[in-house]
């Protein structure tokens, strides 16, 4: 009986222990956060609720930063980690970069071919404008002169698109 609660109080002291090696701090937006590592480096020290070790671990930091001035300036002048991936951030650039050339070469090609578009449409207007005789295709594939109404009607499509599209 006496190994038993021997072996039982050996794990409950091995669960405290790996209990103790948490980390809490209040992240960005307020929240509490638990995690066996560090918080970020970006985390203010204000920040960090519970360091792993309790007190004992706050304290002995403290003790070791007094008695050692040289290694408190080693440690402030060595560059911290900023937690971003720089290759993520400049794929993320270029990516953003190709998407900006992308929509400015389709905003490129529509406008030349509205430009070209209107070209067509002054020059069908140019042919309606002189007089001459316009031909059409019907269904049947036989050409057709177009009369008066249907001129008019046309005259009146293209005067649209101008006025629509060509401004």
Do not use: H
């Amino acid at each position: 009986m006496k190994l038993k609660s021997a072996l039982i109080m050996g794990v409950l002291s091995a669960v405290s222990l790996v209990a103790a090696a948490q980390w809490q701090w209040l992240d960005k937006d307020g929240r509490k956060v638990y995690s066996d590592r560090p918080p970020p480096p970006e985390t203010p020290e204000k920040s960090i609720l519970k360091r792993p070790g309790g007190r004992l671990a706050q304290a002995q930091a403290a003790a070791s930063a007094a008695s050692s001035p040289a290694s408190a300036t080693v440690t402030a002048s060595a560059p911290r980690p900023s937690g971003k991936d720089k290759d993520l951030e400049d794929k993320k650039k270029q990516a953003e970069q190709a998407e900006v050339a992308r929509k400015k070469a389709e905003e490129e090609k529509y406008l030349k071919a509205k430009a070209e578009n209107c070209a067509r449409t002054r020059q069908a207007k140019a042919s309606f404008d002189s007089g001459v005789r316009i031909f059409r295709m019907n269904e049947k594939g036989e050409r057709e002169i177009l009369d008066e109404t249907g001129r008019a009607k046309e005259m009146k499509r293209i005067q649209d698109i101008l006025q629509s599209e060509c401004n």
